[in-house]
């Protein structure tokens, strides 16, 4: 079936370095892949989606580039925030025809940045 | 902006007690997902509806069961609750053509 794999379960970086936060993923078809964020005592909410025609999604300084040939949807921002730090989803969708719906979640990395 | 209501926000029950969730959606989506937040496992799906009546199994249903009584309202149950379904519970609702789902701010739920 279906899978999304985060291998960092925290990451922590000093304020103004690049963060890159890593995802992979395996799937039959050719799916969507999505990033979300949820900071501290909110809901998690959609950051960045990726693009059928291959265009990079970018919001908040944050872009993610979708790799099929290595099935990779890395998330990166050249320079980290304070307020960046939250829990960050890595999360596929297959193509409408074969999907119901549901998205399936990694495991999910926390970024903590530091002054 | 989408909105996704949840109650209660905090809750504690009893081992082999009744938990009911609540989940209520003013975006008028088809879609609502019952997941659960748990550290080193993410997000799991544990049911989901397409619409009013309808409720479907998810990935981890065991334990659970689920209603969709109208479109903007979908509840999690829990018969029997156990200290393992101790969690935080997320209520979502989205389309099927538009991918996004949006979330609720969450239910903790303690079972002592």
């Known amino acids: 079936g279906d899978s999304v794999t985060q291998t960092e379960g925290l990451v922590t970086l000093t304020e103004g370095l690049p963060v890159m936060l890593n995802c992979t993923y395996q799937s039959t078809y050719s799916p969507f892949l999505f990033w979300y964020v949820q900071h501290l005592n909110e809901a998690p909410k959609l950051l960045l989606k990726?693009?059928?025609?291959?265009k990079r999604p970018e919001h908040q300084g944050f872009h993610a580039t979708l790799h099929k040939s290595s099935s990779s949807f890395h998330l990166q921002k050249s320079s980290a925030q304070l307020s960046d730090s939250a829990l960050y989803y890595c999360?596929?969708?297959?193509?409408?025809?074969?999907?119901?719906?549901?998205?399936?979640f990694g495991q999910g990395t926390k970024l903590s940045i530091k002054p | 902006e989408a909105a996704v209501t949840q109650s209660p926000r905090n809750k504690v029950a009893v081992t082999g007690g009744k938990v009911t969730l609540s989940c209520n959606q003013t975006?008028?989506?088809?879609?609502m997902y019952w997941y659960r937040q748990d550290t080193g496992h993410g997000l799991r799906l544990i049911h989901y509806s397409y619409g009013a009546g309808s409720t479907e199994k998810g990935d981890i249903p065991d334990g659970y069961k689920a209603s969709r009584p109208s479109q903007e309202n979908f509840s999690l149950i829990l018969e029997l609750a156990t200290p393992s379904q101790t969690s935080v519970y997320f209520c979502?609702?989205?389309?099927?053509?538009?991918?996004?789902?949006?979330f609720g701010p969450g239910t903790r739920l303690l079972v002592l």
């Open positions: 999360a596929l969708s297959p193509p409408m025809n074969y999907n119901q719906g549901k998205l399936i």
């Open positions: 975006n008028n989506h088809n879609n």
């Open positions: 990726s693009f059928t025609d291959n």
């Open positions: 979502a609702s989205g389309e099927l053509d538009q991918d996004t789902q949006y």
